[in-house]
Antibody, heavy 122, light 113 residues
């Protein structure tokens, strides 16, 4: 059974940093691209970032580029999102999302974690 | 960036009725190399993570009821719920995965009338 679990969310002050983690099991982690997607309160889904299955290819939304860094450790089946210079606009539930297709970068998400909540407030 | 739009913002339909949601992309998401449109549909219920319903614009994900169908190509897409059930109450999002950033539509809220 595929399981995806995010952690690391919480309350952080504006300008602060937070590191989200995602652990995955039930499939061969190193074979799949992963995405981070977020949903701000009362808003729709917003794409955040993508990392290819080898970790060498990464993409970011313009709203987080230069502040967020996505990474993965295939030996531990974990994904991370380092978030710096956080602002109120980053307040959201962050979802870790497995891409559907083996080895494909351009693929939708077929398994989503339950999400971890990030609140940026003083 | 490719901008995704959806209509309507919300819709109410009676149980058993057909519900239709439109999604448009600001540029084509059809690949000429494989003739596939890089368009997915998700269902999102409160308190749950989004669920993939359709990918490649018209391929139903495994386990998704047959009453859900996707159609369209290029820039214009449709998600149809053939016979609306109570458990279909949710927000539906389209997403293009043709080019990064993989943008989402704003969502369509579906309720029972």
């Amino acid at each position: 059974e595929v399981q995806i679990v995010e952690s690391g969310g919480g309350l952080v002050q504006p300008g602060g940093s937070l590191r989200l983690s995602c652990s995955a099991s039930g499939f061969t982690f190193r074979d799949y691209t992963f995405h981070w997607v977020r949903q701000a309160p009362g808003k729709g889904l917003e794409y955040v970032s993508t990392i290819g299955y080898k970790g060498g290819t990464t993409y970011y939304a313009d709203t987080v580029k230069g502040r967020f860094t996505i990474s993965r450790d295939n030996s531990k089946s974990t994904l991370s999102l380092q978030m710096n210079s956080l602002g109120a606009e980053d307040t959201a539930v962050y979802y870790c999302v497995k891409a559907r297709s083996f080895g494909e970068l351009y693929a939708p998400g077929d398994y989503w974690g339950q999400g971890t909540r990030v609140t940026v407030s003083s | 960036d490719i901008v995704m739009t959806q209509s309507p913002d919300s819709l109410g339909a009676s149980l058993g009725e057909r519900a239709t949601i439109s999604c448009k992309s600001s540029q084509s998401v059809l690949s000429t190399s494989n003739n596939k449109s890089y368009l997915a549909w998700y269902q999102h219920k409160p308190g749950q993570p989004p669920k993939l319903l359709v990918y490649w614009a018209s391929t139903r994900e495994s386990g998704v009821p047959a009453r859900f169908s996707g159609s369209g190509s290029g820039t214009d897409f449709t998600l149809t719920i053939r016979s609306l059930q109570a458990e279909d109450v949710a927000v539906y999002f389209c997403q293009q995965y043709y080019s990064t950033p993989f943008t989402f539509g704003p969502g369509t809220k579906v309720d029972i009338k």
